[in-house]
Structures are given as C-alpha cells and as structure tokens.
C-alpha cells in the first residue's frame, strides 16, 4: 500500500503557486488557480495538515546574516548516546541541522560561520560534545543546485 498523500492537479497547481509566489495570499492563491477562495483556503489547510506543506517560515540567507562560510560535518559517535549528543549539538547555534546517516559515521552536521577562525570555534564546539568520538569536515564552496522541491510536483 502507498503511503504518500495523494495530491491531485489541483492540488499540485496550489503548491507551485505556493513556492513561487507564498506572499501574495488565499485571494491571489484562488484567482491562480480559478476556484472559490474558500476552495483554496481548504486546499491549503488539507495541505498543512497532512504534513504536505510543512511551515509558512521564511528562508533566510546564512550568508546574508554574517555568515558566509558553510561546512558539513560527518561524526562518528558512541552510538548509546546518541540522544544525549544531538541535544548537545542543537547547543551549537551555528549548528542548522544534524540528520543520521547510514554509512561510515552516524550523523552530518550543517554549519555555517562567521570566517575561518569562528568555523574552528564551532568545530572545537563539536568536537567537545559528549559522544562525539571523530569528525570529518568538508567545507562548502558554492551551492550548485537546490534546495528545491517543485520538480517532485511534476509526477
């Protein structure tokens, strides 16, 4: 049985709509797509509570914030604490994100900082977290592609 959402034409027009333009509103959302705004407005709370459209948050630029440098950083740890260390890196504020992975470590790390010597501080911040046991660092140079979701829209 498939689990995903089903999201019909309709619904597919809306998100596009959505992650083109997300301020310009119901009414506008509506008018796009040629349905009642209450339609619209349903559509969108459907959305929301199906996890299909996850926050109406803002995306903001690290780089734009004072931080231009980016880095993702895989750690190896002890694997009973996981727990106890990605509450210990959600510390790090410029920590963005820690996901699991499957592979030779056991978490990637996103981070971003303010030049060289702050990016050391981070890792020193990593590297002091309990469970942390290795780190590997790869520092990012330019975003080629993404994030992006729209073409999932598409099939």
Known sequence: ???????????RRLL?????????????FS?????????AQARLDKLEARGVLGSWAPTLDPA??????????????AQ?????????LAEVREILEVMSVAGEFDIVCRVVARDHAHL????SAIISTRGVLRTRTEVILRQ????????LLDG
């Open 31 to 39: 008018r796009r797509l040629g349905v009642a705004r209450g339609t």
């Open 16 to 28: 596009k709509i959505v992650l083109a333009a997300p301020r310009v509103g119901v009414r506008e």
């Open 120 to 123: 050391e501080e981070v890792f």
């Open 144 to 151: 080629r592609v993404g994030p992006r979701l729209a073409q």
């Open 80 to 88: 009973a604490e996981l727990e106890e260390t990605c509450a210990g």
């Open 64 to 77: 734009a914030l004072g931080y231009p440098l980016s880095a993702l950083v895989h750690i190896q740890m």
């Open 1 to 11: 049985m498939d689990a995903a959402p089903h999201i019909d034409d309709t619904d």
